[in-house]
């Protein structure tokens, strides 16, 4: 099942993959189905939704794409998008998330996607992991079905994990503490899971599992795609087991943390269209508030609209990149919350919004020690730290 918003006057069509998470075995994916039936099953999905952030078609809440033929593809495959396996004997469940997705293209070929300029395959969480895994299949596909025209590009939200170790290593038991790459390991076998070609043939037979991380996956894309992700993801902080609860986060946990930041960095180097906000938070571009998110002056909407513009221009002549239109935005300062636009925090007990001081204290900050180490009076960097610089 999807759902669709046509716009008939509109030759841009914006295909969004739900994300929530996966299960990888039998016991993780029997309370999957008992807990979250609707990533099960599209038994019980509503008639209709409302597109909000970039599926809104309200221009003030999404400037650039509001006139876009929206499609939304709920996640009901528990696969990351991945799998091809039908029920079977031995397994219960069916895993079709890449069958899913050709379905849908199929389908969409008669309602007016033969005729698209551009097609723009996002996602969100898993659904960005989706992109990342599918939006060269998706461009193949539509070739071979005769549409060479259609320009094919993918947005990634917040899918793009690394798989470093831990904070604390614990036994693999359930989705949520099981570390990223034995969670994928496990998965891939279970939902016999395919990865691009490409990607594939970088990795020895069964290490397919490393294509399910961005920073493996990306340097092998053919597609442009354009990379979202909060430096302080609170899905890897999960999955890396550092839970932010209402203790004050002991110095280990915190030289994690600001590490994770400039790791994720890193890995954002070389990819040429990115959004990277030095924020603690899990997904962007379906919120009403993605608009007011900046990095370095510039809001997502915008950069979107830059990475356009020059996805357009460099089809015509291969110019340099556009003056003022920037489209490679990764924060550089070390922390949560450094960057003053950042989504509002709230005490997950209380449920009171934080400022970044509170927060940060919370968080068992110290700042005569901070203050020290980057050479600065206490006062100055509280200072810093309200005006977030």
């Known amino acids: 099942s999807y759902y669709l918003k046509e716009s008939k006057g509109s030759r841009r069509w914006l295909l969004f993959l739900e994300g929530g998470w996966y299960c990888f075995n039998r016991e993780n994916c029997d309370t999957r189905y008992d807990t979250m039936r609707r990533l099960m099953s599209s038994r019980e999905w509503p008639a209709t939704r409302v597109g909000t952030g970039i599926l809104s078609s309200q221009p003030e809440e999404n400037p650039h794409w509001w006139n876009a033929n929206m499609v939304f593809i709920p996640y009901c495959s528990s696969d990351v998008w991945s799998g091809a396996s039908s029920k079977s004997e031995k397994n219960e469940y069916a895993f079709m998330g890449a069958l899913i997705i050709q379905e849908v293209i199929k389908e969409l070929v008669g ?63 359930d989705t949520i503490t099981c570390a990223p790459t034995e969670a994928i390991r496990r998965g891939i076998r279970y939902w016999n899971g395919i990865v691009p070609e490409r990607c594939k043939l970088q990795f020895k037979e069964g290490e397919e599992w490393n294509c399910f991380f961005g920073y493996k996956i990306y340097p092998t894309l053919r ?43 890193n890995t954002l180097k070389d990819v040429t269209a990115s959004f990277a906000p030095a924020c603690l938070s899990h997904e962007i571009i379906t919120r009403n508030h993605w608009t007011d ?12 609209h830059c ?18 239109c920037p489209i490679h935005l990764i924060d550089s300062c070390p922390w949560p919350h450094c960057n003053p636009s950042c989504p509002t925090i709230r005490d ?39 005006g977030g610089n």
């Open 293 to 304: 998110i900046q990095v370095k002056g510039t809001s997502l909407p915008r950069a979107l």
């Open 348 to 386: 997950q007990f209380t449920g009171q919004e934080m400022n970044v001081i509170q927060f940060l204290m919370h968080m068992g900050f110290d700042v005569q020690k901070m203050a020290q180490q980057q050479g600065l009076e206490p006062s100055k960097l509280l200072g810093m730290l309200s």
């Open 111 to 173: 309602k007016g996607l033969s005729t698209a300029k551009v097609l723009l395959l996002a996602g969100s969480s898993a659904g960005g992991t989706g992109v990342l895994l599918n939006v060269d299949r998706v461009a193949e596909q539509l070739e071979e079905m005769g549409y060479q025209g259609i320009q094919v590009r993918g947005l990634a939200d917040s899918g793009w994990f690394l798989d470093n170790k831990q904070y604390r290593r614990t036994d693999c038991i």
């Open 307 to 324: 990475w356009d513009r020059s996805l357009h221009e460099s089809n015509k002549n291969g110019k340099a990149p556009l003056k003022g």
């Open 223 to 265: 597609c442009p795609v354009f990379v979202v992700q909060w430096l302080f993801d609170e899905a890897q902080l999960t999955v890396d087991n550092v839970h932010l609860t209402g203790q004050p986060v002991q110095e280990g946990q915190w030289l994690y943390i600001q590490n994770l930041g400039r790791e994720l960095r």
